[in-house]
């Protein structure tokens, strides 16, 4: 099945391929994959993003970088009507503050999680969050690594899930989408997105339900 879903310029095509939990190697990268995550100390990158907030859509571009250890900062460079406005996130406080001129585009669920914070909720998804599916997914001319996480204690198309898809050689996101009850609400896309790791890069490589022993999900 081709799921194909546009938004302005944005067209993104996935070939859906079936049940990830056939797929060992594909199960054993997403293990590889996660360990890179826990072991990286920041990450930058350029993001397109395309948000459907109940019947409005808002396309946008963001710049930015996140630490471990410290401060996630976003910057709208696209459109110009939004150009300058910044997020700033640490974990400590989990606040979402605007700077210049000051905008609420709304939010993508329940839980208030917005578009622009949409970007570190998936990283911080594939490094400890349950990650449900892994298989290979096949965009354009590219196979990518795709991992599927959401709650444990939700049925798939229930609540939020976050479908991502890498590159197989440097493990970079490349694509993402966050759908919420089934329905994708929206999607980011990165040619540049690169990882900085950490001195020792050494990982425990966790299990891909998050905790420290027990499969992943189906």
Known sequence: MCKT??????VFTVLLTGCASQDQGAQQEGVLLRGQYQSMSGWAGTFQICAQLGEQVYEFTLE???????ETVLTV???DWMAGVTARMTQEESV????GAGMTLGTLNGDGLSPIAAI?????EVSQGYIAQCSWEQEGTETLLQLLCRDPEEEAEQGTEYVMWFDPDTYAL???EVRVAGSTVLTVTSD????EMNNDESTD???????PSGPSGA
């Open 64 to 70: 930015g970088s996140g630490q471990r250890d410290g």
């Open 120 to 124: 570190p909720a998936m990283l911080d």
């Open 205 to 211: 490589h966790e299990n891909l339900d998050g905790g």
């Open 192 to 195: 540049d997105f690169t990882m």
């Open 5 to 10: 879903w546009v938004c302005g310029a944005l």
């Open 77 to 79: 460079v696209q459109p």
């Open 96 to 99: 979402l503050e605007y700077d």
């Open 174 to 176: 490349r694509l993402g």
